[in-house]
């Protein structure tokens, strides 16, 4: 099956796995150790491999053998997912939206202009995003790899929802916020939250281009988010503060 059946303009707008930055190996992990600690970071400023694996284990431990794994992408999944997958469709999960809710001082922060991350926050209505299918035969490593990117600081709470796609209803691995986490902010004013992304900037890029690669990518799926929407519209008047 191609993967892009249900979405084949999403072909070219979809950074492949293998050209991905964000596709975490052992040696990406020790890079980032190594810049962590020229910045004075202490040695547990990451989840250590066991607990990595730990929770991994505890969100995947019930997939049978020959079982496909379900992912829901909200945010940067939906244009540079990192893993390998079989299929890809558009996907409703309710109870949830996206919200900017954690500080990063790494990505597209740094301690100097700290930035903010965007999680699943629960609250009314649904969150409209892509839903990946990762084949059994591969879903021990590319889930490795996975956790490595999302679960590299446990800002985020790891667990199966059920999602509905126009294909049916599938069961998928989501990736929503960690209230107790120290980064934790919980949801600021449109206008605070666009103060932070228009100033912040780390290794990864700017927290500006973020916003705008999704809002570029909800635009070309079609799915309206009004608080993406508001928050772009904020943004012009906090770069001029």
Do not use: K
């Amino acid at each position: 099956m191609d993967p892009f059946t249900h979405l084949p303009g999403l072909r070219e707008r979809l950074i492949p796995a293998h050209e991905s930055g964000v596709r975490i190996t052992p040696e990406i992990l020790a890079m980032f150790d190594e810049r962590a600690r020229a910045m004075g970071r202490p040695a547990g400023w990451r989840l250590s491999e066991e607990e990595r694996e730990a929770s991994r284990r505890d969100v995947l431990g019930h997939l049978r053998p020959g079982e496909d794994l379900w992912v829901y992408g909200y945010g940067s999944l939906m244009w540079d997912p990192g893993f390998h997958f079989s299929e890809v469709r558009v996907a409703n999960l309710d109870g949830y939206q996206r919200r900017f809710t954690f500080r990063t001082t790494l990505g597209r922060g740094s301690l100097e202009r700290p930035g903010l991350m965007l999680a699943l926050e629960p609250g009314a209505g649904s969150c409209r995003g892509l839903a990946f299918r990762i084949a059994a035969s591969v879903v021990e490593a590319e889930s490795t790899i996975l956790w490595r990117r999302e679960m590299m600081r446990g800002v985020y709470s790891p667990a199966m929802h059920p999602v509905a796609t126009p294909q049916g209803p599938v069961t998928a691995l989501a990736f929503a916020s960690n209230p107790h986490h120290a980064e934790y902010v919980g949801e600021l004013s449109l206008a605070d939250t666009a103060g932070f992304i228009a100033r912040a900037a780390g290794p990864l890029g700017t927290n500006r281009g973020y916003l705008e690669q999704l809002v570029a990518q909800l635009a070309a799926l079609a799915i309206e988010d009004d608080y993406v929407a508001r928050l772009l519209a904020h943004l012009p008047a906090a770069c001029d503060e």
